[in-house]
T-cell receptor
């Protein structure tokens, strides 16, 4: 089973709201990722957690705050977003992360389609 | 830094036509190569991957890809496309010991019935 689940599927929020995106995998993967994807564009890496520790932050604005409560869960907390943050937010996981080197394979969840009004 | 080029940005085919989508990368060392597909409104799914061994890789849904090291290429092929193959196709490459893949800009494939 290579399933990564994400909730909610759709989210509409105002610029003053606080919301959270959730991601879950039960494949025993040790690395989890947040990506942002605009229509017809490749996914852009935001954050990487490897063994529950934040290992990569691609200079993402602080209005996005990731959290990894345990090895199966990944959250993305949103606060004071801008309309240009509207996008598909994808979660992915891979088996080994940094310890696996380049042979690691990412598996993606269905995404949360976020609209910021 | 690794770069990945997908020169075909938009491809339009009729059903039963053959498909070849180009993917070229810049890094000259050991690479690991992936093709992902994203159907309309859906998430990225892994079509196939190459780590080592036979350079001709077979994936799901009748797709295959060939790794040609001398050309820094990993082109995706399908002998006969179907309307249901309409999707965005992304090539991705990881290299130099990095586990984070670099994605190409994607190719939009439209198959007319």
């Amino acid at each position: 089973d290579t399933e990564v689940t994400q909730t909610p599927k759709h989210l509409v929020m105002g610029m003053t709201n606080k919301k959270s995106l959730k991601c879950e995998q039960h494949m025993g993967h040790r690395a989890m990722y947040w990506y942002k994807q605009k229509a017809k564009k490749p996914p852009e890496l935001m954050f990487v957690y490897s063994y529950e520790k934040l290992s990569i932050n691609e200079s993402v604005p602080s209005r996005f705050s990731p959290e990894c409560p345990n090895s199966s869960l990944l959250n993305l907390h949103l606060h004071a977003l801008q309309p240009e943050d509207s996008a598909l937010y994808l979660c992915a996981s891979s088996q080994e992360g940094a310890s696996g080197g380049a042979r690691d394979t990412q598996y993606f969840g269905p995404g949360t389609r976020l609209t910021v009004l | 830094a690794q770069s990945v080029s997908q020169h075909n940005h938009h491809v339009i085919l009729s059903e039963a036509a053959s498909l070849e989508l180009g993917c070229n990368y810049s890094y000259g060392g050991t690479v690991n190569l992936f093709w992902y597909v994203q159907y309309p409104g859906q998430h990225l799914q892994l079509l196939l991957k190459y780590f080592s061994g036979d350079p001709l890789v077979k994936g799901i849904k009748g797709f295959e890809a060939e790794f040609i090291k001398s050309k820094f290429s990993f082109n995706l092929r399908k002998p006969s496309v179907q309307w249901s193959d309409t999707a965005e196709y992304f090539c991705a490459v990881s290299s130099g010991g990095s586990y984070i893949p670099t994605f190409g800009r994607g190719t939009s494939l439209i198959v007319h019935p």
